[in-house]
């Protein structure tokens, strides 16, 4: 997976890379990552890449100027690229998307917005918006790292054990099952005894009847989007009459 990143803050981008996962996936070059300072791309002497929105009104908007610059820079190259831009707007992010971008053969270019917005003639630029959440950020960039974060873990070769996808938060569609370590007993909280009973086939099913409780508990809608099978549709109904 190759990613070229285009913000204003390249250090915020460049701290995160530079730890756990994404470091070590970097250094397989499992990913490549290149960050574009925005900035550098504004051809007047005093850098300038944000002005008064016409119309009037608050804040600041990014001028077209720098992005289209600097995508004409990438472009020098000739590689395929999909280029995305970080906006509430968009279309949400979720593990299908992840799992979409993970494969993908063409450079992605995540455009990280600031101030009000950017000047609507860079969306002639734009493949696509893509939203991490229904809510306003400062910019683009931890958007941009959440998602070459789930994206590059699911990579062949990134995690140290490839199971640990297979069986996490939304894998099966549904929330994580509770985990526990040592030591079995702390502060008189317990370990569930089936978790060391060593019958995998009963600790299998009861990670399944926890994962189908705290989807029904917290996000009941993911029910509805998945294939539950006749097992499922028991324990859950299980679940309705303990609530």
């Known amino acids: 997976m190759k990613c070229d990143v285009l913000t204003l803050f390249p250090d915020i981008i460049n701290a995160y890379l530079k730890e756990s996962i994404l470091k070590r996936a970097q250094e397989k070059k499992l990913i490549e990552v290149k960050i574009y300072n925005i900035r550098d791309f504004a051809s007047d002497k005093h850098k300038i890449v944000d002005d008064y929105p016409y119309g009037g009104g608050p804040g600041m908007v990014l001028k077209p100027e720098p992005l289209f610059n600097v995508i004409d820079f990438l472009k020098k190259d000739n590689e395929q690229r999909r280029t995305i831009l970080l906006s509430p707007q968009g279309r949400p992010f979720d593990q299908r998307l992840a799992g979409e971008f993970s494969e993908e053969k063409r450079r992605l270019v995540f455009i990280c917005g600031r101030y009000e917005g950017i000047d609507e003639r860079v969306m002639s630029l734009i493949d696509e918006e893509i939203s991490i959440g229904d809510y306003v950020m400062t910019g ?104």
Not at 156 to 182: M, N, V
């Open 140 to 243: 683009g960039e931890l958007g941009a790292l959440v998602i070459i974060d789930a994206s590059a873990r699911l990579i062949k070769g990134a995690l140290g054990d490839e199971k640990s996808i297979e069986e996490e938060s939304f894998s099966w569609g549904l929330l994580d099952y509770p985990h526990y370590t040592r030591p079995r007993e702390f502060r008189g909280l317990s370990v569930p005894d089936i978790l060391v009973s060593g019958n995998h086939k009963e600790i299998w099913l009861w990670r399944r009847r926890e994962a189908i409780r705290k989807t029904f508990k917290v996000r009941p809608e993911l029910l509805e989007k998945i294939q539950l099978t006749d097992e499922d549709k028991k324990i859950l109904s299980e679940i309705k009459e303990e609530q």
